[in-house]
């Protein structure tokens, strides 16, 4: 069992940053893959980033290539995702996920999300 809980939303002005993290409970945090995903009003949860158990391997949406970074600090069993350039279309709740691989699936394990909202 792998409980998740993000923190670090917030609002911000568009070129902002933000730092978004997400502490895992649960001794296996390091064997999961890690995701970011976010849901904008009215739209569907869409992926952001995500990354390997080892930190070695990530990718990232094509709306967010070069503006954000996901990292991880398995010591700590926490997942970053590091937000710059901010852009008011980034407005969303963001949710961290843990899965057994890159195919992230409605029974992983989910956060509750935090909100971010970018001000133009």
């Known amino acids: 069992q792998v409980q998740l809980v993000e923190s670090g939303g917030g609002l911000v002005q568009a070129g902002g940053s933000l730092r978004l993290s997400c502490a895992a409970s649960?001794?296996?945090?390091?064997?999961?893959?890690m995701g970011w995903f976010r849901q904008a009003p009215g739209k569907e949860r869409e992926s952001v980033a995500g990354?390997?158990?080892?930190?070695?391997?990530?990718y990232y949406a094509n709306s967010v290539k070069g503006r954000f970074t996901i990292s991880r600090d398995n010591a700590k069993n926490t997942v970053y995702l590091q937000m710059n350039s901010l852009k008011p279309e980034d407005t969303a709740v963001y949710y961290c996920?843990?899965?057994?691989?890159?195919?992230?699936?409605?029974?992983?394990?989910w956060g509750q999300g935090t909100q971010v909202t970018v001000s133009s």
């Open positions: 990354i390997d158990w080892s930190g070695g391997s990530t």
């Open positions: 996920a843990a899965s057994t691989g890159f195919l992230f699936k409605k029974d992983d394990y």
């Open positions: 649960g001794r296996t945090f390091s064997t999961y893959v």
